[in-house]
């Protein structure tokens, strides 16, 4: 395949919404390309001792004849055009500039940090924030969130690999990060789309005025947008041995699904023995933060307020309401445990005060088991069955989805579009027309959060589900 794997997908309401998230937040994008295919005419290096590597910044890869290229090329075995892409498509580049900007000036402010710009807080993912010994002469700050944000300090193995016979794994013990590793990759994505205990966004940031955290592999890669092959290729035109997955998109998701459960169960253990406890960026936030109505349009008094006492915010647990469907897919005995942990730790969170030894305790049990499935999910095959059946399955939970709250909505929505576009890249429907247009109208209900309604939502996701069979 020499063209982008997304140059052909539809533009969904998908992009609108998350092109919006991506620029605001400070976030950390994959690659899979791994070492360039210029091929010089000398021999690789045989040299066993190699200097700390230190960061360069964006520019090492910005000549033409390396990933600079204004269009991408089919002659090569990756496009080289990614710096290109970078720069002027993925907002990841002006990352550190969203810091400069009224708002972000603001949040500063408000946090009494000073400017953003200079804050540690906010470097930490809207630039890429290294100690000063670790800078090369050329590097820059305010470059953002660039290449070596994912790929790693590149002083070690920029030049050799360009040289030929140089392979990734070469470039992997020099320093680079292996990014073709999809669980590797969406590590890295998270670090900053959800947070480790060196960064993260928490309620006082929320209050200020910095935006929610979500993610979804397969979607952000397209918004981003991808700048790699797919598949990976050994030469020009020749897909690498193994690589050839017609079904990566599903694969994505699902890893991405996986991995971001795991993060989320760390991220609630050790916030449960944080210095602020409860915190309230782990709940539904627009369970409070929504528009007001009379009592008689409520849906929410409507419903009323299953499993935990009036008044009592609810957790967050967008992050397993639709991987919870796949999971069942992949292993039924380990997802059968998740759902009774998963259940159990709703309940200690949805408190005014969680007890924190029990919400850590239950968290961290739950962690084994979403990283059992993770083991799982990487070594599934996928095919048309298997996405059909997902596809299915998650529009028939119309209902139970919905009814967790705008970011389980959110995560549905994203689902379905990632597997619809990957069964269409591979088996169009006769009516795709139609259930694209059933999709999209998924993520116009998302677009006022604070007036989301689950049963309106729910009878479009039903919608979906009948045009799918």
Not at 22 to 27: E, K, Q, Y
Not at 285 to 296: G, K, N, R, V
Not at 333 to 354: E, G, R, W
Request: net charge neutral; glycine share 6%.
């Amino acid at each position: 395949m020499n063209k982008r794997p997304d140059a052909a997908r539809p533009l969904t309401f998908r992009f609108i919404l998350l092109a919006a998230a991506v620029s605001a937040l400070a976030s950390i994008a994959p690659s899979a390309h791994g070492d360039s295919s210029r091929a010089a005419a000398r021999p690789a290096s045989t040299a066993t001792t190699i200097e700390p590597s230190k960061y360069v910044g964006p520019g090492g890869c910005a000549a033409t004849s390396c990933h600079g290229s204004v269009k991408p090329r089919a002659d090569t075995r990756i496009f080289q055009n990614e710096y290109s892409i970078w720069v002027v498509q993925d907002k990841h580049s002006r990352a550190y500039m969203a810091l400069t900007s009224p708002i972000g000036e603001r949040i500063g402010r408000i946090l009494g940090i000073g400017k953003s710009e200079e804050s540690p807080k906010c470097l930490a993912c809207h630039a890429l924030d290294v100690p000063p010994e670790a800078r090369a002469k050329t590097f820059d700050l305010s470059d953002g969130v660039s290449c070596e944000s994912c790929h790693g300090p590149a002083s070690a193995w920029l030049g050799p690999h360009t040289t030929r016979g140089w392979t990734h794994a070469q470039s992997v013990a020099a320093g680079m990060y292996d990014t073709r590793d999809l669980v590797s990759r969406t590590e890295k994505c998270l670090s900053c789309h959800l947070g480790t205990q060196d960064k993260f966004v928490d309620h006082e940031m929320l209050a200020a005025g910095h935006p929610d955290l979500y993610f979804e592999l397969d979607s952000f890669s397209a918004v981003m947008p991808r700048h790699w092959k797919i598949p990976r290729e050994s030469a020009p035109g020749v897909p690498e041995a193994g690589a050839d997955d017609p079904w990566f998109g599903v694969r994505d998701w699902a890893t991405g699904q996986a991995v971001q459960l795991r993060a989320a169960l760390d991220r609630v253990a050790w916030r449960a023995h944080g210095a602020n406890w409860p915190e309230f960026s782990e709940l539904q936030c627009f369970a409070c933060h929504h528009d007001l109505t009379p009592p008689e349009q409520s849906w929410r008094q409507e419903r009323g307020y299953p499993g935990r006492r009036p008044g009592d915010p609810p957790w967050n647990a967008s992050r397993y309401a639709v991987f919870a469907i796949l999971a069942h897919e992949i292993d039924g005995a380990t997802a059968t445990q998740l759902d009774a942990q998963m259940t159990q730790l709703a309940k200690q969170m949805s408190v005014l005060n969680p007890d924190r030894d029990a919400v850590a305790s239950t968290a961290a049990a739950a962690r084994q088991l979403a990283d059992r499935l993770i083991a799982r999910i990487q070594a599934q095959p996928y095919d048309r069955a298997m996405t059909a059946r997902l596809l299915l399955e998650i529009s028939g939970h119309a209902g139970e989805i919905s009814g967790q709250g705008e970011r389980a909505a959110e995560q549905a929505a994203m689902a379905l579009d990632s597997l619809f576009i990957a069964s269409s890249r591979n088996a169009p429907p006769a009516n795709a027309a139609e259930i694209r247009a059933a999709i999209n109208g998924l993520f116009q209900l998302l677009e006022n959060p604070s007036t989301y309604d689950p049963n309106t939502f729910a009878a479009q996701m039903t919608k979906v589900n009948a045009l799918l069979r």
